[in-house]
Structure formats: C-alpha cells, structure tokens
C-alpha cells in the first residue's frame, strides 16, 4: 500500500489564462448554511480522513458560519448550490463542488470567475498533494507550485 502524501503546496498565478467565467456567483447568506455545511463536509472528508485529520468533517457546529463567511461566494443553479469558493484579500481558497456535481466543469469556471474577482497580487492558493485534479486545474490556469510543506 501507498503512503499518502501529507504534503501541501502553495501555489502562485504566474501566467494568467484569457479564458472568462460563463458563471455569476453571489455572496453567501445564510439560507444556504445547511446546504454549505454538508457540501463542505462532503468535499473534505476523504481527504482529511485519508491524511488522518481529525474531525474527518471539519465543521461540526454552526459556530463554523461566526467569522469569515462574507468572503465566500456561491453558485446556485435553479435554487440548488452546486460550488462555492472563498476569496480572502490575495488568496483564493475553498473551492469547492459538491460531490454530485463534480466532473463536469464547473470547479474550473468558479475558478476562473474567482481569477477575474480577487482584486489584489500576487495571487495564491494552497493545496493538498493529495488533491492532484485539482493541482492539475491550477496548473492549467497559469499557476505553479511556489512553495511545499508538510501537512
């Protein structure tokens, strides 16, 4: 059995893609705090359980939804929140498609609508190795890998 990396990158845009968002995202609210909670949870738990971080699903109260929320950003779809990703000054973080909506693009057009609204430079991310779809889209984005660390 493979060792599972416990390595995370931080990763810096140095070629920015031309591509744009076909997508609009709209700020957080709280009528989405339940959908969010379950989503950010599905999205996080097989990594965090397969790098041994305990709590496996990350937020366990809604004390999670106290700080921070005015930086996330949502995409909705005929009422259903399908996404969502968080910008914080320079960093784009959480990015995020529930589990039933992945593989159909849509983490890659929250990415390029996050790209097109972050306002200050140099542009970051961080990410677990062991997330490689992932780093494969910020790859193809513009981004490199500036920075690695343990987990």
Request: negative net charge; glycine residues 4%.
């Amino acid at each position: 059995m493979n060792e599972i990396s416990k390595l995370a990158h931080e990763m810096r845009l140095v070629n920015q893609v031309k591509a744009k968002s076909t997508f609009s995202l709209v700020p957080y609210t709280s009528e989405y705090q339940k959908e969010y909670k379950h989503m950010y949870n599905a999205c996080y738990h097989e990594m965090r359980e397969a790098l041994h971080i305990k709590p496996y699903d990350f937020i366990q109260d809604d004390s999670f939804f106290d700080n921070g929320m005015d930086s996330v950003y949502l995409l909705i779809k005929d009422g259903i929140l399908m996404g969502s990703v968080a910008l914080k000054e320079n960093e784009i973080d959480d990015l995020i498609v529930a589990p039933e909506y992945q593989g159909r693009g849509l983490g890659r057009e929250i990415f390029l609508w996050a790209l097109e609204h972050i306002s200050l430079e140099p542009i970051i991310l961080h990410v677990a190795d062991w997330n490689q779809r992932a780093i494969r889209l910020y790859k193809s984005c513009g981004f490199e890998i500036t920075n690695t660390f343990e987990i």
